[in-house]
């Protein structure tokens, strides 16, 4: 009976570690990848439904090299969610490198609406926060957030800008 409880204690501390492992996505020692937007497209834009294209930059800070073979992610813009988004790509981030990936994001009507409410208010400076799990092929899932910014003005003729 004492072997019975030591073996299946064991097996418990075995399941437990296996969990925790998993969770924390990379092996000791290594940093995570960066994702952030490299570039932002509109894709087909229907009244319920809008989808953007998005480059997606990958940075690796480590000496050894990733491949992704997916993502899953969330786009906030201005603190409230714009967006949800995918990409099924295999892409090979080589060490102390960077690599992109193309994904597809959707946001709803009302999504849409309270950001271009934001435009003709005059607010020009967009802050967007990208959260989400890269996949690594034959490995575990890494979760992800980067945040950063974007100023439309840059996109208007000089003579508007001021």
Do not use: W
């Amino acid at each position: 009976m004492h072997t019975f409880f030591t073996k299946a204690l064991r097996l418990t501390a075995l399941i437990v570690a296996s969990i925790i492992a998993g969770c924390a996505g990379l092996p000791p020692g290594m940093q995570p990848p960066s994702v952030t937007i490299a570039d932002f497209g509109v894709g087909n834009a229907g009244l319920f439904e809008q989808q953007f294209n998005l480059r997606l930059r990958i940075q690796n800070p480590n000496a050894e090299e990733f491949k992704i073979d997916g993502l899953a992610f969330d786009l906030d813009i201005n603190g409230r969610p714009f967006a949800k988004g995918v990409g099924s790509q295999t892409v090979i981030v080589p060490r102390y490198g960077s690599g992109f990936m193309t994904a597809e994001a959707v946001s709803t009507l009302g999504g849409l609406i309270k950001q271009f409410g934001r435009l003709i208010e005059g607010n020009r400076l967009f802050r967007y926060r990208i959260k989400g799990v890269l996949s690594i092929a034959a490995g575990p899932r890494v979760p992800f957030e980067e945040t950063g910014e974007f100023d439309f003005k840059s996109l208007l003729p000089k003579g508007l800008t001021e």
